[in-house]
Every structure is written in structure tokens, then in C-alpha cells.
């Protein structure tokens, strides 16, 4: 492992220092050895249990997926229950819904790299491959919705017979971009640090292993020179991924903001849905790190009780800005005074589906604020679980407060209409929460979820020195 | 008859009257048949891609409008007004825009048919023509007394056959009815004019130029006579003269579209019409320092104001409005008529207007110049019990469905089980239609020739003529051809027509120089121009003026309305865009929002919203209304404009047959209307009382609106 | 032949004459093709009126009147539809200057109709059959959209294809009237009258600087085709 350290001036104190350092990962180090064969036993076990959930969410897909979605196709839109003057439900809901969460894997892996956050590194990988399957689940959506999915490519630039270029002034062509543009850097991302851990594997395993990882590892030997060009590879995109990122839940909102729906039409949704994304993409690492603490061998090595704390904390802050942002938006619908958009908003804090709103608040503002800052609750993965559970339902509670209840009540009130979500439709996205949850289950019996060069290239950083009698933990910068 | 039309193969010209092909050029005789060829072998007006247009008159309604459809191979595709005529100037209403969705309506009859009415588990079979008029042959040939013609208001041409047939057979006269008809009173008002004015014509009023218009339960806009022409006349009468813009003022105690378009709704008591008239021709006979009629003398103000329940202020601010206006004109019709008063209403009310001098003013009253034909509730209740004892041997009912049309009260169901041979003429398996030994149906109005004499909206002398615009889609006939057909068969020289086109020819022959706007030396010239423009008219408008010798001293005897009992209301129903029902199973005209509550597909009963609160009704609740003669179940609307005291249920709905869009779909008010009638014999009910009672369950009406939106809840 | 000056096709409902009839939008329906869809979906707002009345109500009982307004896709000059279709199925014509809808390119985003401040939009939840023979009314200058494709009131644009084909060949320019949409066609009150814009001689032009005059939402700034004349005195309209 090539690490170019070089030793820091002064030790730096860890907070709560009080604690045994040791409880931390980065001062908790074990052979090489030891922790590749540690990762690789999580890899290639499985038990009845896995096996069980794999073919359940298989059969979820197959019928509440491709079933109802193959009958909506055959059969017309009118199966989901969107109607005039609500033409966008859950699909669309549900749509940004995904892309909020994919903003998490570039946020810990991509940000917190930026910023030399460490406690970042045993997780990264589960959070890059949460914005890969997350995009997967969620660029099914504008497929899923098309009255006309047979045609789905005409959305597509490229010289055609039909000699028509899309038109690029909609922000769905936009949209289109955006999202095939975060896909594939995305995963290229993904792919990238995953290079010597499957090298790693490859030298480990036989068979059909063997011959993937061999693929796949694209003849990685662990020179010198290929951890040079690896880290300059991360580093250029980790910083060009961040930019993309932003750009897509801004391209997202402005299907919105572009519009001239009252209630859509403002400025501060960019920003908003991108604080909103992180927020639902942080929480749901959250949730995903107690799943694969709580069923994963060796999981609760990697992924303690400090990772939880720390993302709890970035939760907190993320709850406030979010609170803010929809303070913001408020504060200027109301202050700009156009009736219909105030009418919209008193309509979603009394109307008859007034619980959508209040479910979002509490969920998304009073639960982390009344937790976060509780060091204990941090601390508690369970408790971590449910909260972060109940984060996201709070912010697709805001989507469906943004999208449908939006539409439902524009400028003309003869026109008004309540939307009721259909069977096939909640089957649909059902299923795309199981596809998620199936590919995630695959990948994690697939690929080295713990990026463990990562993990040992931080361990090799931190000691704990003997100053005197106290041993005082020391971090060595890299590079 | 003769083989030409007993051949499937010959059909009826359809191509007589195009509007803008160069054919009609009235150069020689045209054959009445065609032969339905391949369209490879396409007739020359007739090209792939080229529409034709033909000429004729709208039968969903008795109106009479005219109508160019649009044809292409062969196909009847759009319906539009035609501008020249008279009655509707190229414009038209919903119904009349529905009609090829008759034509080509899937639940046609598609045979002459025999059913075993006795047995319903004997299978029907079809006929053939030929048997068919045999069946009609030997009806005839029954003892004349004991044969009963039930004919609908349209159209006249069959009218006027049968009328000729019953009188060569020495047959009691055909009698007519129209639920349509019957709503508005048609009766009532016809025998008004006939007792102030000495002809039974149907009024026709000027409303485009007048400028106050006091409308006594004319729902004009909707249902009334021609509401194509009064719609037009409305437009004229807000927008036409730029100077000045018309007002309207609508007494009803329920807001019916007119009254919804009307500057000012007096919702009075239902039945104290009479009284207001009287009260309010005192006083614009003294406003106007002239004497005050005898038959005027009959109600005090004070106490028409008690019985209607409209100020006495009210009353003397709408009397002068009335009194000093320079085109004052009064409307009347609809709920002001079929009441026990609705004939003294009428006579006050044409009083009224001989009273400010408007007959025959611009802007007034004229007479149309037609005969119109009353469709008493009486005489139909005097058929039923006529049928009832046994006295009818055979009865022929074309264009009308009495089973679901004439208040059940009447017990014509009963009486239709008595009669030994029931033949109906109904191109659609209606009510009626099931419950009768043979179908022989009739073409659609879209296939048929003849005409329409009786054009309450017309401004002027007019025949509208019908003409077929496709070849028969079915093995139907024309009943006329049935008649004619079955007449000759039966050996007697009944009628000295050969086929229908020949019996319309020679009943307007007279016109082929009576001073229409064109002429023509010969039937057969006349007879293209006759079908290329739709019909006969004169070139200027121009009306009888009805003159009144004299008034007499009273208008007849005046009850005053009886409040309902507690817990009770008064119950009125009312024609929307579904008319008489017939249409209802036309899926656009079901699909149509109603006017005023926006409500499609359905039947609902119309409660004002306090009334609803008392009781705790919410929208959607179905409530059973029970009358003496009957109970219906509807979902509540809750309708702002109506009074406190009274509900209203749609006519038209209701339906147990007459295909797939009309079955089982809301509730027919003619189960629960009274069979009693007025002076006039017209079906009166609007004084009815009925209880309410919640059943607890709940059936969303499909309504366009959003309650949320309009009315605020949730 | 005359070089042909482009129209800008124009509406103008008087609210004074409208009474709500609704005739409208059966011309409408027939003309263009409109499937019915039956009672359980315009109960869920799913009705396809390309033209539909607005009904209000106005003050209490007995003073209670109903507001009619009929409202048709407004053919806005900047509309908010255009710019969000991914596919150029929402377009503005030069020809015409309408607002049209190809629905052969219509892939069902329904994005348009979620911008459309006037509702005008509606779409093909299904595919709505019609039971033989009533296949035989269809109008065969309008083309049966299939399931997934929006679509709208387009001033029944292939009567003034036809209406300027027919004069062209005689070798004339239009005459003011001469097209009418269906509605137009039909209204008995005379209350939509429809004509070039660009023409100031036009009985629309005139009627369109009425005093009355008013367009639906201006302040969005749609620029729309559409005037509306409010009804006057107590309760016109």
C-alpha cells in the first residue's frame, strides 16, 4: 500500500477524548490479513435468510414492477391515479424521491473525500453504490410515466429519420441529461476505488469469482505507478462529480420551478431540493449501515457506533438547513402575495390533506431536532434507524406535498382535484423500492462492500503516541 | 306495396338535396330509390375525400330545427345548423348535435321482430317485411273503433298520414304525447291562445327585441318549445342592439338555466303563478291609466303577495318596471302551466301582453302559422281506461315511450298487458318497446324523409323537410311505407298514396307557389329545391297577429296552493338537455355536465343547501322521495337555487331499457308524478308534495365542478 | 395567386350571450373526435371536454346566480406548454398562429398539461373503443388518439385548413366568417365569434376592443387568442 505521509506538526486531540480512542476504527487496527479476510468472509457468505429475501424481492419485482407496469402499458395510465388536473402523482414523487437518495453516495464519498472527513472511509462504498441502484430505481420513473413508453427514444438527440431534435428549451430533455450524465459518472465513481479491492478479491477466490474479479479488476498488481494514477483519477472525480451532482436535483427542481404552477414557480427550489436530497440520502446511509451492521459478518468492525454519531451530527445540520430553505420558500410566496400560490399554501396546512404537511414536518424538522442533538441517541444504531426512516418518509411527504397536492389546487377552482393514488401505481413503486433493495442485496454478495485499502490506508495514518504517560491519538495527513 | 321498396336491395335516395353539388339543378324527376352499390362504383356527387352535405330537420326534439350533415362515403359524420333556416339559423343544441350517435347506436333495432309478450321465456323471432306488413294488414282490418293510434310530436308527416288512415278507417284520431311537451305545458298554452286569440296555435313571442321580459316558468334556454330559436333571440335580445340591452326576470320556484341567465329570480311559491300574474296586471293596467280588466280583478295584490310569498314592494317595483318599459313582454310556460291553475296563468299572461299592447308589436306576441297539435294528459288517460275495459283491440305506438314518458300514476303499463295486439314502430328497444307484441321499427330520423309543419320557433310560414342522408343501415322501413303498405294489403282504397315520398309530395303541393322564397312549376322541380334547402319558407318574416275581441271575465277558477305538511315539500321536475329521455341514450348527451349543477350520467334530486343542513343531508346521500303514487331513490345535490321548500329531480334518467348508456342509470320522476291534469287535460304537477327520507347510503354523483373549489368543502 | 397574408386566428366569448347551454361542447366532441368516457371517470376528472363551462355561483339565496364561463384552450401567443414538451408535440404554427397539438408525437409526458394555467388539457387515459357502428361518425380530418397522448381544443384547425384550401383554389382570400370551429358553428346564442386578429376590420377584431373586454389570467402574460366580454349589468353572465 503506497501512502505518501508525511507526519503533522501537533497531535490533534480527538473529541471526547476521555474514551478509549480505541473504539475507533481508525485506532482499532488489525493485520491486512485479518481484515481482507474479514471482508471477503462477509462477501461470500450467505445464509437461508439472504437467499429467502433475495427471492422475495425478485418475485416483488417480477409482479409489482414489470407485472403492473407491463398491464399500465398495455392498458393506459389511467390504471395510476392521476387525473386533470393532477398529471404527475407518485411516479413523479417517487422519481425525485430516488434522485434525492442517489446525492448520497456522491455526498459522503465525493464531499467528505473533498474534505478529508475520516470518518467517512468504511462507508463509502456502501454510499456510492446506494447512488447507483438509487439512480437505477429512479431513472425507471420517466420511463414508468410516459403515456407512451414504446416511444420512450424520442426523447433521445440523435439524427433520426423523424428529423427532429428533442427540444432542448424542456427541462425534461434536461432532466434527461442530467440524470444519464450523474449515471455514468456515478458509476465510473463507484467503480474506481473499487479497482484494488477487486484485485483484492480476485487473489482470494476460485471459480466464477475468480474469473469476475480477474475482469473486473482490469490486471491491477499494486504498483506504485497504479495507486499514483488511482489517486489522481479519485481526485479529479471527486471533484468533478460534486458539480453533477448539484446539477442534477437543480435540473430536477426546475421541472418545477420553470413552470408557471402556482407553487412551483420560485427561485430557492434549487438549492431546496438539493438540501432536501442530501438530507434523504444521509439519512438513508443511515438506515442502510444498520442493516448491513446488523446482518452482515464482521459489519460491526467496520461500522460503529462513531459513524453513526458523526452522520447524526451532519443530520442535524442538514435538518436545519432544510428548515430553513422551507422557511425561505414560504416566506417568499407569502411576502410575493400572488393569490393562487398563498391559496395553495394555506390549502396544504388546512386542507383536507393537511396530514401530508404536518407528517413532513414533524418528520423532517421536529424528530432530528428533538434527537440529533442527543449524544446517546447518536449513539444508538436502532434509534439512528428510525429516525432516519422516518426522515425520508418526512421528505416524500414533501414531494407529494410539492407535486400533487400542488397541481391539485391552481388558479381555477372549478377545476380542482384531489388525486387518490391507485393500486398499480403504489404496486409500482412497491417494486422499485424492492429492486432497489434486490440489487443492494446482490451487489453486497458481490462486490468488497467495505473499500478496505481505504480503510487500512486511514488506519496506517492514525496512531496513538505515548506523550509521557497519556497516549495521545495522532492523525498523519495525507498527501 | 309495390316490389320497388319490399326489395332490400332498392333504398331510399339519400342524395336528393345536396346543399352544394351542382345536381340540384331541379332539371327532371328523381328517383326515390337507390341501389346500394360498391362504393368502387361511386355515385359522381359521392368521391373518396369529398364531403356532401345534405339538408334536412332535427328530430330529437319537436322543435323542428334544421340541419345540413355532413356526409362522406357514404357516412353521416357532423351535424350542423342550417343558416337559412328559419327556426334555428344554423345554430343548434346538444341533443341535435347527438344525433348520428342515434343513427349509429349499437342498440338499434336492427328487424321487424315478433315477441312473445305473454311469455317472456318464449324467444322473439324476426320477420320479414313482408310478413311484417301482413301484421299490420289484418290489425287494421279490425273494427275501427278498437284501434288506437299513441303518435310522438315528430314528426308531422306521420301525423298527418295516420290522421287521413284513422279517418278513411273511421278510426278514433291518433292521439299525441311527448313528455317534453308535457313539462312545459305545451297543451295548456295552445289552449290559451285558442280561448283568447279563437285559433290553436302555439304563441310565438319576440323576445330578440324586447327590452323587460317577465318569464313565468319558460325555461326557454333549455327545454321550451324551440329553445334553439329563444337561445338566438336571448343572444339578440342582451347583445343585439347596441343602445339598449334587454332584461330578463324569471318567476320560478326553482332556478332553471333561463332563470340562472335572467337579471332577476323570483323564486315564488310553485302554483301561486296565477296569483302574481293577476296581482301584477292590476297593477300595470293602473300605472298604464288603463281600466283594469274584470278577469284581472280576481286576486288582491295583498294576497297574491301572501300566497307567493313575494313582497308587496317587490311586487310594485317589478309591476312598474314592467308598466313603463317600451317593449314589455311576457313568457310563459313550464312549471307556471302544469299546475291546476297553469291555464288561468296562461290566459293571464297572454292577457298580460294584449294589456301593455304588444300583439304583433316588434318585440311581442304573434301567432304561429301553424296549427299545433295539444298532447293532452287527459286523452291519454282516457286511452288508458279505454284500454283498461278492454276497448282496444290493437294500438300502434310510434315515437313515444309511454311506458317511461306518462306519470305511472296513469297505469298505462297495466292497460298496455290488456290490449291483445300492441304494435310499436320504435327504431330503439325502449320501455315500451319490450312490452310489445311486434317491432316493426323505423328508420332513424337520419334515414327518413318528411317533414315538420309545426315549428314553434319558426318567425315566419315554414315546412322543414327531412331527408335521408345515408342508405339504411338495418333491415328497417319506413313506417309511412308500413301504412301505406299494410293499408293497400288490407284490399280497401284507404289512401290514395303510393309510398311515402309520393304521400309528402302531394301534401306540399300547395306550397309550390304559395310565395316561399323559391317556386317551381311542378312538384318534381319543387320537390329538389324542397330537399336541397332543407325545407320551405317564406322569403320574409312575418306572423299572424293574434287579435283579441275580448277578455273574458274570468280566466277561470283560482286555488290557491296548499303549503306541504310539515316534513313535506313541494316536488317539482323539470327537462334538462336529456329532454323527454329519449336521448338518453345518446353517451355524449349523457356525458354532457347539466347546466346548472354540472352533473353527468346520472339522476339527483336538488335540495336547497339549508334545507339539506336541517335534515342532515350531504351531498351524495341517497334519499328516497315517496309521493302518493310512487317513491325514486337519487343522490343529493345540494342546489343553491331553489327554494327551501321544494325539490327537483331531472327528467330523462331512469331508464330499465333502451340500450347499454341509458340502462340503470338514475331515476325516472315519472313514478312518483301525479296522473291529474289541468283545464286544459295538460299534465299537472307542480303542487305535488313529497316526503323525504334518508336510506344511509351514499352514491357520488360525477359532477365537473370541484366542490372543493366551488362551494369550499372538503 | 395572391400572396396569402398569415391569419391570426382569434375567440371572442360574450359573456352577456353565453348561457351556459353546453351545446358547445358536444360540436366540439363530434367534430373533433372527442371520446366519451363514462360516469365513474368524469367523476375522477377525467372527462376529455376540450371546451367545458366554468360554473361559479354568486350570492346568497334568493339573490343566488350562476356565472358561466366557457374555457377552451386560450391559444396563448406565449404559451406556457410549448417550451415544456421534450418532443414538439406542443408547437406554435406560423401558419395559423395557434397552439397545436401533434399528437403523433406525443410521447405522454403530460408536462404540458401540468403548465397549462387554463386546464385546457386532457388525456388518454385509455383507449376509449367505440362499439360498432358508431365508428362510422368519426371524423376522418381529425385523427383518434390512442392511449398516452395529450390533447386539446386546436380552434378546429382542420377547418381552417380546409376553409383556406377552398379559397386559395378559388383563387380569393378568406372571408371573415367564413371558418368557424364547431362550437362557434353551433352556440345558439351567438356568444363565440371567431375571425382573424389581424385583420382590424374583422367582426372579431371589433368585438375584441370591446370595453368589456378581458383575457383569463392576463397576468401570467400568456398572451392569449382568446377574449372574453365580461357580462354586464346585475348578474349577466
Not at chain 1, 456510492?128 to 427514444?153: D, K, S
Not at chain 2, 315478433?114 to 324467444?123: E, H, L
Not at chain 2, 300566497?307 to 314592494?313: F, T, Y
Not at chain 2, 346548472?596 to 350531504?618: C, D, Q, Y
Request: proline share 7%; glycine share 8%; charged share 20%.
Amino acid at each position: 500500500m503506497a501512502v505518501e505521509a508525511k507526519p503533522l506538526e501537533t497531535a490533534v486531540p480527538l473529541p471526547h477524548a476521555e474514551e478509549d480512542p480505541r473504539e475507533h476504527l481508525m485506532f482499532d487496527p488489525r493485520p491486512r490479513e485479518v481484515m481482507n479476510r474479514m471482508v471477503m468472509e462477509a462477501m461470500t457468505t450467505t445464509s437461508r435468510r439472504y437467499w429467502a429475501w433475495v427471492i422475495g424481492l425478485a418475485l416483488v419485482v417480477l409482479v409489482c414492477l414489470l407485472g403492473a407496469w407491463g398491464n399500465m402499458i398495455l392498458t393506459g395510465m389511467g390504471l395510476a391515479g392521476i387525473r386533470r388536473p393532477v398529471f404527475w402523482g407518485l411516479f413523479i414523487v417517487t422519481f425525485v424521491f430516488w434522485i434525492g437518495i442517489s446525492h448520497a453516495g456522491t455526498f459522503v464519498s465525493a464531499i467528505l473525500r473533498v474534505f478529508k472527513a475520516e470518518f467517512r472511509r468504511p462507508f463509502t462504498r456502501a454510499a456510492e453504490l446506494m447512488t447507483t441502484f438509487a439512480l437505477a430505481a429512479g431513472a425507471l420513473y420517466p420511463l414508468i410515466h410516459l403515456g407512451r413508453v414504446w416511444v420512450f427514444y424520442w426523447l433521445i438527440p440523435y439524427p433520426n429519420a423523424r428529423w427532429l431534435w428533442p427540444n432542448f428549451r424542456s427541462p425534461l430533455v434536461w432532466d434527461f441529461l442530467a440524470i444519464t450524465t450523474y449515471l455514468l459518472s456515478s458509476t465510473i465513481y463507484l467503480y474506481l476505488p473499487l479497482v484494488p479491492d477487486l484485485a483484492m478479491a480476485r487473489d482470494r477466490t476460485t471459480g466464477w469469482r475468480h474469473a469476475l474479479y480477474r475482469l473486473l479488476a482490469l490486471g491491477w498488481r499494486g504498483t506504485e505507478a497504479e495507486w499514483h494514477r488511482l489517486r489522481r483519477a479519485i481526485t479529479i472525480f471527486a471533484f468533478a462529480i460534486i458539480p453533477v451532482m448539484f446539477s442534477v436535483h437543480t435540473i430536477v427542481s426546475w421541472d418545477f420551478a420553470v413552470g408557471v404552477v402556482a407553487g412551483w414557480h420560485s427561485t430557492i427550489f434549487g438549492p431546496y431540493f438539493i438540501i432536501g436530497a442530501i438530507l434523504s440520502g444521509v439519512a438513508a446511509v443511515v438506515s442502510i449501515l444498520f442493516v448491513l451492521r446488523s446482518t452482515m459478518l464482521h459489519m460491526d468492525y467496520f461500522i460503529r457506533k462513531e459513524h453513526f454519531d458523526a452522520l447524526g451530527k451532519l443530520l442535524l445540520v442538514f435538518s436545519m438547513a432544510w428548515a430553513y430553505f422551507f422557511f425561505n420558500d414560504y416566506l417568499l410566496t407569502w411576502y410575493g402575495g400572488e393569490e393562487a400560490a398563498r391559496r395553495i399554501l394555506t390549502l396544504h396546512a388546512t386542507g383536507p390533506a393537511a396530514w401530508v404537511w404536518y407528517l413532513m414536518l414533524i418528520c423532517n424538522v421536529v424528530i432530528p431536532w428533538l434527537t440529533l442533538w442527543n449524544r446517546t441517541i447518536r449513539r444508538t444504531p436502532w434509534a439512528m434507524f428510525i429516525i432516519t426512516l422516518l426522515i425520508n418518509v418526512g421528505m416524500y411527504a414533501e414531494r407529494y406535498t410539492i407535486i400533487p397536492l400542488t397541481l391539485g389546487h391552481q388558479r381555477m377552482p372549478f377545476d380542482w382535484g384531489v388525486y387518490t393514488p391507485r393500486p398499480t401505481e403504489i404496486s409500482i413503486v412497491i417494486g422499485t423500492f424492492a429492486l432497489f433493495l434486490l440489487l443492494y442485496l446482490l451487489a453486497s454478495r458481490l462486490i468488497p462492500l467495505v473499500p478496505v485499502w481505504e480503510v487500512q490506508e486511514g488506519q496506517m495514518a492514525h496512531t496513538l503516541r505515548k506523550v509521557g504517560k497519556a497516549e495521545v491519538p495522532s492523525v498523519t495527513e495525507l498527501e | 306495396m309495390s316490389e320497388k321498396i319490399s326489395r332490400r336491395d332498392f333504398l331510399k335516395l339519400t342524395a336528393m338535396g345536396a346543399a352544394t353539388t351542382a345536381v340540384m339543378t331541379g332539371c327532371g324527376p328523381m328517383s326515390r330509390y337507390v341501389v346500394r352499390r360498391p362504393y368502387t362504383q361511386m355515385p359522381e356527387y359521392n368521391q373518396t375525400g369529398e364531403s356532401t352535405y345534405y339538408a334536412s330537420t332535427c328530430r330529437e326534439c319537436p322543435a323542428g330545427c334544421g340541419i345540413i350533415v355532413r356526409t362522406r362515403e357514404g357516412r353521416a359524420l357532423t351535424i350542423e345548423g342550417n343558416p337559412n333556416h328559419p327556426v334555428n339559423r344554423g345554430r343548434l343544441c346538444a341533443r341535435g348535435l347527438t344525433a348520428q350517435q342515434g343513427l349509429y347506436n349499437p342498440d338499434r333495432i336492427r328487424a321487424p321482430r315478433f315477441q312473445g309478450r305473454s311469455n317472456p321465456a318464449t324467444p322473439g323471432r324476426d320477420l320479414t317485411w313482408d310478413e311484417a306488413v301482413q301484421v299490420v294488414a289484418t290489425a287494421l282490418q279490425k273494427p275501427p273503433q278498437r284501434i288506437a293510434f299513441l303518435l310522438g310530436l315528430a314528426p308531422d308527416h306521420l301525423y298527418d298520414l295516420v290522421s287521413e288512415l284513422t279517418q278513411a278507417l273511421g278510426a278514433p284520431p291518433p292521439l299525441r304525447y311527448n313528455a317534453l311537451a308535457a313539462l312545459e305545458g305545451r297543451t295548456t298554452l295552445i289552449e290559451a291562445v285558442r280561448r283568447l286569440f279563437g285559433s290553436p296555435a302555439l304563441p310565438y313571442f319576440d323576445l330578440a327585441q324586447a327590452e323587460v321580459t317577465l318569464a313565468f316558468g319558460a325555461d326557454f334556454l333549455q327545454s321550451w318549445l324551440s329553445p334553439v330559436t329563444y337561445t338566438r333571440a336571448y343572444g339578440a335580445m342582451r347583445q343585439g342592439n347596441p343602445r339598449r340591452r334587454g332584461e330578463l326576470i324569471v318567476f320560478e320556484p326553482r332556478q332553471s338555466l333561463t332563470a340562472g341567465n335572467a337579471d332577476r329570480w323570483v323564486p315564488i311559491v310553485p302554483g301561486s303563478e296565477a296569483h302574481v300574474v293577476l296581482a301584477l296586471g292590476q297593477r300595470v293596467a293602473e300605472l298604464r291609466g288603463l281600466p283594469v280588466p274584470e278577469a284581472f280583478r280576481a286576486v288582491r295584490p295583498e294576497e297574491a303577495a301572501q300566497v307567493s310569498g313575494l313582497p308587496l314592494e317587490q311586487l310594485e317595483t317589478l309591476a312598474q318596471t314592467f308598466a313603463t318599459a317600451t317593449r314589455p313582454l311576457a313568457l310563459v310556460g313550464g312549471s307556471a302551466l302544469t299546475q291546476p291553475n297553469g291555464l288561468v296563468t296562461a290566459q293571464a299572461v297572454l292577457a298580460l301582453n294584449a294589456l301593455v299592447g304588444n300583439l304583433g308589436q316588434p318585440g311581442g306576441v304573434f301567432l304561429s302559422a301553424a296549427a299545433a297539435t295539444p298532447t293532452p294528459l287527459a286523452e291519454v288517460k282516457a286511452l288508458v281506461e279505454r284500454m283498461q275495459a278492454g276497448e282496444v283491440d290493437v294500438l300502434f305506438i310510434h315515437g313515444v315511450n309511454p311506458l317511461f314518458e306518462v306519470p305511472a300514476a296513469l297505469g298505462f303499463e297495466a292497460a298496455l298487458a290488456r290490449v291483445p295486439l300492441v304494435i310499436n314502430f320504435a327504431a330503439f328497444p325502449d320501455e315500451t318497446a319490450l312490452k310489445s307484441d311486434y317491432l316493426f321499427p323505423d328508420h332513424s330520423p337520419l334515414e327518413s324523409f318528411g317533414y315538420q309543419r309545426s315549428l314553434a320557433g319558426s318567425d315566419r310560414p315554414a315546412w322543414s323537410a327531412l331527408q335521408p342522408v345515408v342508405v339504411p343501415l338495418y333491415d328497417t322501413r319506413a313506417t309511412v311505407d308500413v301504412l301505406l303498405a299494410a293499408a293497400q294489403a288490407s284490399g280497401q282504397a284507404l289512401l290514395p298514396y303510393r309510398d311515402e315520398v309520393d304521400f309528402i309530395q302531394q301534401k306540399i303541393l300547395p306550397l309550390i307557389n304559395a310565395g316561399g322564397f323559391y317556386t317551381a312549376p311542378e312538384i318534381l322541380t319543387f320537390w329538389s329545391r324542397w330537399l336541397q334547402h332543407g325545407g320551405w319558407w317564406t322569403p320574409a318574416a312575418g306572423l299572424p297577429t293574434p287579435t283579441l275581441e275580448r277578455l273574458p271575465a274570468s280566466f277561470g277558477t283560482l286555488t290557491p296552493p296548499t303549503p306541504p305538511a310539515e316534513g313535506a315539500f313541494y316536488l317539482l321536475t323539470y327537462a334538462n338537455h336529456l329532454g323527454d329521455g329519449s336521448g338518453a341514450n345518446r353517451p355524449w348527451l349523457q356525458e354532457l355536465p347539466d347546466a346548472m349543477t354540472t352533473v353527468t350520467w346520472n339522476s339527483w334530486v336538488e335540495i336547497h343547501p339549508r334545507t339539506a343542513e336541517e335534515l342532515g343531508l350531504k351531498d351524495d346521500d341517497v334519499v328516497r322521495i315517496t309521493t302518493p303514487y310512487g317513491s325514486v331513490e337519487a343522490s343529493v345535490y345540494r342546489y343553491p337555487a331553489i327554494r327551501p321548500d321544494t325539490l327537483a329531480i331531472p327528467f330523462g334518467q331512469g331508464h330499465t331499457a333502451l340500450g347499454r348508456w341509458a340502462e340503470g342509470r338514475g331515476c325516472n320522476p315519472a313514478q312518483v308524478l301525479p296522473a291529474g291534469h289541468n283545464a286544459a287535460g295538460d299534465l299537472a304537477f307542480i303542487g305535488t308534495t313529497a316526503t323525504l327520507t334518508p336510506t344511509g347510503r351514499r352514491r357520488p354523483l360525477a359532477r365537473v365542478e370541484s366542490k372543493e373549489g366551488v362551494y369550499g368543502e372538503h | 395567386m395572391a400572396e396569402e397574408r398569415p391569419a391570426k386566428w382569434g375567440l371572442v366569448v360574450d359573456l352577456d350571450r353565453c348561457t351556459g347551454c353546453n351545446a358547445c361542447i358536444v360540436a366540439c366532441a363530434l367534430e373533433n373526435n372527442v371520446p366519451f368516457v363514462g360516469e365513474d371517470e368524469v367523476a375522477y376528472g377525467r372527462a376529455l371536454y376540450w371546451i367545458r363551462t366554468q360554473r361559479y355561483w354568486e350570492g346568497e339565496y334568493p339573490e343566488v346566480t350562476p356565472t358561466f364561463q366557457p374555457v377552451m384552450c386560450q391559444q396563448c401567443g406565449n404559451a406556457p406548454c410549448e417550451p415544456v414538451c421534450p418532443v414538439y408535440a406542443s408547437v406554435h404554427s406560423e401558419e395559423e398562429q395557434i397552439n397545436l397539438a401533434v399528437y403523433n408525437r406525443c410521447v405522454g409526458t403530460r408536462y404540458c398539461a401540468n403548465n397549462c394555467p387554463y386546464f385546457a388539457r386532457v388525456f388518454n387515459w385509455f383507449d376509449y373503443e367505440l362499439p360498432e357502428p358508431m365508428r362510422s361518425y368519426l371524423n376522418p380530418d381529425v385523427t383518434v388518439r390512442r392511449r398516452g397522448v395529450m390533447e386539446k381544443c386546436t380552434f378546429c384547425v382542420q377547418r381552417i385548413v380546409r376553409g383556406r384550401q377552398k379559397a386559395r383554389a378559388e383563387g380569393r382570400e378568406l372571408r371573415d366568417g367564413e371558418v368557424q370551429p364547431a362550437c362557434v358553428q353551433a352556440c345558439p346564442a351567438e356568444a363565440l365569434v371567431f375571425g382573424d386578429l389581424s385583420d382590424p376590420e374583422s367582426r372579431v377584431s371589433q368585438l375584441a376592443r370591446s370595453q368589456r373586454r378581458y383575457h383569463l389570467l392576463e397576468a401570467l402574460g400568456t398572451l392569449p387568442r382568446v377574449t372574453y366580454l365580461k357580462g354586464v349589468g346585475n348578474h349577466g353572465g
